[in-house]
């Protein structure tokens, strides 16, 4: 089992307990996500103690103020790092907007051009702002890898599909409310999904109540293969097929 997305600096308990509740579940991969140049350092120093936890190292869009070219420079030099297997999370965020768009148009572009330019993949966010990440990534990703992470737009699925990106869905695909992303975890091909905790935030419907951690993202993936119709052991065997080949591990 594979968790695509979290945040272990921001979950509890102490990542040595997180990690193992995981392995306990059979959870034998994890990337854990840089929002900034310190949460990626930090990203990069529990992948250096943990065989399994790999790190994406990016500038999230809502601390994306002031985003220039020496913030660019550090995020190229822990990118070199070899547990890094991603470039991410980046994109935009109009829900929120604590950082202004011009930043983080400025912030999504460097980061889009630095998985090109390092060939990893591309980790997306985007929240009230589905159709201006669309297009920045329509004029400027082509051949970069996309991962579009927490997937929040099912009226878009054909497109997505069409381009070739990877969707991974989180815990909230579980929610009654969420049908619409329920069908669309129905319809992706499964060398096209991944599926993630995004932990502490997002906890599956089973465990609703409790902080989110990457253990739990095993509620997620059993969810997904009910409706797709399909064992949970099926559905883990492809996910941890596309998840290698996504990351390169």
Not at 71 to 88: K, M, S
Not at 119 to 126: A, Q, S
Not at 127 to 132: G, K, P, Q, T, V
Request: glycine share 6%.
């Amino acid at each position: 089992m594979i968790d695509s997305h979290t945040h272990l600096s921001s979950c509890e308990p102490p990542d040595e307990e997180l990690v193992a509740a995981a392995a306990d579940v059979g959870v034998t991969k994890i990337v854990t996500i840089g929002s900034d140049g310190g949460s990626s350092r930090t990203a990069l120093a529990a992948a250096e103690r943990f065989p399994q936890v790999h790190a994406a190292v990016g500038r999230h869009p809502n601390q994306a103020q002031g985003f220039d070219a020496g913030d660019l420079a550090e995020l190229r030099a822990l990118a070199a790092h070899d547990r890094c297997v991603a470039i991410g999370e980046t994109g935009l965020d109009y829900f929120r907007d604590t950082a202004p768009r011009a930043d983080q148009e400025r912030a999504f572009e460097a980061q889009i051009a630095l998985a090109a330019e390092t060939g990893k993949p591309l980790v997306i966010h985007t929240r009230a702002a589905e159709e201006d990440t669309l297009r920045m990534l329509r004029e400027r990703a082509e051949g970069v890898t996309v991962i579009l992470h927490c997937f929040s737009m099912p009226e878009h699925l054909d497109e997505v599909l069409d381009r070739g990106w990877y969707v991974s869905f989180a815990g909230n695909v579980t929610y009654p409310k969420n049908e619409a992303l329920a069908a669309a975890a129905a319809r992706v091909p499964a060398e096209r999904l991944l599926v993630e905790t995004d932990a502490p935030y997002l906890t599956p419907q089973p465990v609703r109540k409790h902080r989110n951690q990457p253990a739990y993202v095993v509620h997620t993936a059993r969810f997904v293969a009910e409706r797709r119709g399909v064992a949970l052991e099926e559905l883990d065997a492809a996910l941890g097929r596309t998840a290698a080949r996504v990351f390169g591990w």
